[in-house]
């Protein structure tokens, strides 16, 4: 079983900034790529970023890139993404997502809240 766990969440004003991380129960060369999601209210989950876990080539959803920076700490099994230029939009629940070598099956966390305020 691959748990996954998310912190750093929280309330911060317009233009602040955060840092989530996203640690694993296993190494993260027993996955093939981490990334970030998020909902907000009434909102679909969305794509934010997404890692691969050799190389380490990232991408990201077209209303963060240039804010939000997704990297990766090899010995803590952990993924971050940096959160800069907060908006108010950018308001969501945050979920980790890892996908599983072995099976290609994926394991989410259980999301850690950031709220931007105006």
């Known amino acids: 079983q691959v748990q996954v766990v998310e912190s750093g969440g929280g309330l911060v004003q317009a233009g602040g900034s955060l840092r989530l991380s996203c640690a694993a129960s296993?190494?993260?060369?027993?996955?093939?790529?981490m990334g970030w999601y998020r909902q907000a209210p009434g909102k679909q989950r969305e794509l934010v970023a997404t890692i691969s876990t050799s190389g380490g080539n990232a991408n990201y959803a077209d209303s963060v890139k240039g804010r939000f920076t997704i990297s990766r700490d090899n010995a803590k099994n952990t993924v971050y993404l940096q959160m800069n230029s907060l908006k108010p939009e950018d308001t969501a629940v945050y979920y980790c997502?890892?996908?599983?070598?072995?099976?290609?099956?994926?394991?989410w966390g259980q999301g850690t809240q950031v709220t931007v305020s105006s």
């Open positions: 296993v190494s993260i060369f027993s996955l093939t790529a």
């Open positions: 997502n890892v996908v599983i070598r072995w099976s290609g099956l994926n394991s």
